[in-house]
Nanobody, 130 residues
Framework: QVQLVESGGGSVESGGSLSLSCVTS????????MGWFRQAPGKQREGVAV???????TVADPVKGRFTISRDNDKNMLYLQMYSLKPEDTAMYYC????????????????????????WGKGTQVTVSS
């Protein structure tokens, strides 16, 4: 059974940094494209960043230049480095896995369609105060 478990969330002041991690068990993440999504209260889940099996990445426009996604296939780990955090970054952050190879041309679709993703973690809360 595939399981994803996020960690690293917390409360920081505006301008601060956090590093999120996601450990995967029950499979080898090299088989999956991996992504980070977030959901604020009363809002839809939105894509934050995606990294495909080849290590090619994309981040959503609201976090471009501030967030970085990376993966370590040997450790079955996914990471999200977050800098210059803003109050609008406050949300529950979720790790997700998508089976198969994700070509970079489909990154926009992957970011905007959570239903495409096969496995999800339970989330880790990030709160940024002004």
């Amino acid at each position: 059974q595939v399981q994803l478990v996020e960690s690293g969330g917390g409360s920081v002041e505006s301008g601060g940094s956090l590093s999120l991690s996601c450990v995967t068990s029950g499979t080898t993440i090299s088989r999956y494209a991996m992504g980070w999504f977030r959901q604020a209260p009363g809002k839809q889940r939105e894509g934050v960043a995606v990294i495909n099996n080849a290590g090619i990445t994309t981040v959503a426009d609201p976090v471009k230049g501030r967030f970085t996604i990376s993966r370590d296939n040997d450790k079955n780990m996914l990471y999200l480095q977050m800098y210059s955090l803003k109050p609008e970054d406050t949300a529950m952050y979720y790790c997700a896995a998508l089976s198969g190879f994700l070509c970079s041309r489909y990154f926009p679709a992957a970011l905007t369609n959570p239903n495409l993703w096969n496995y999800w973690g339970k989330g880790t809360q990030v709160t940024v105060s002004s």
